[in-house]
């Protein structure tokens, strides 16, 4: 039960983050919450393979050499070696999200962001 | 769990989220700190990433048609009071 309301919490703060919907649509953002704790509950998807993730960072990091973006490779490889001090069980899982949510970096990522 | 102890767990999830955030950064996610803990903590949870991806992408999709039918409604508004 606690599990359940705590992730009824996250998802509120989750929708107001992502949509800016301002809290004056109350109704518009509990529809919302609505959604995505019913998307949440019923994902039919597999765990996250630490391997698989690894391959595709690597492979970005290929890739943005090869696209002439050596500065980008060299963060990139640089973040992921200062992980490795405070990684946890759930780090394979979180670059997962990441991986999933990268938005054509090798064109449109600015190193000075 | 002694202070120092909670302390020093406290620093180091805290540099790790710094660094996931730099890595969300390279990566384009579009994603701001406040989010990206949001979507740590619904991960501990035991939320798939995956889904949890998608549903990110959806409410993006809703936030900018909120946005949009928020700018028709003061257009509109504007319209009649002229």
């Known amino acids: 039960m606690a599990h359940l309301a705590q992730l009824g919490a996250l998802a509120d703060d989750l929708v107001a983050a992502v949509t800016a919907i301002p809290e004056s ?3 518009r ?3 919302l919450r609505e ?3 019913r ?3 019923g994902h039919t998807f597999i765990r996250t393979n630490q ?3 690894e391959d595709r960072l690597n492979g970005l990091e290929e890739r943005f050499s090869v696209v002439g973006r050596d500065g980008l490779a060299e963060a990139l490889r640089a973040r992921r070696d200062a992980l490795e001090s405070c990684r946890n069980q759930f780090t394979p899982e979180i670059l997962h999200l990441l991986l999933e949510l990268a938005d054509q970096p090798a064109q449109n990522s600015k190193l000075s962001d | 769990m002694p202070p120092n102890d909670r302390a020093e767990k406290q620093a180091a999830a805290q540099q790790a989220v710094d660094i996931l955030h730099e890595i969300a950064t390279i990566l384009n996610c579009h994603l701001d700190r406040r989010t990206l803990s949001i979507c740590i903590s619904m991960i501990e949870n035991g939320i798939s990433p995956e889904a949890l991806a998608n ?4 409410l ?3 936030g900018q048609q909120a946005q949009l039918d928020s700018a028709t409604a003061t257009a509109a508004a ?3 009071r002229r």
């Open chain 1, 25 to 27: 649509q109350r109704g």
């Open chain 1, 29 to 31: 953002r509990n529809a």
């Open chain 1, 35 to 37: 959604i995505v704790l």
């Open chain 1, 39 to 41: 998307s949440l509950r």
């Open chain 1, 51 to 53: 391997f698989e993730v």
């Open chain 2, 55 to 58: 549903v990110i992408k959806e």
């Open chain 2, 60 to 62: 993006r999709k809703q």
């Open chain 2, 78 to 80: 504007a319209t009649r």
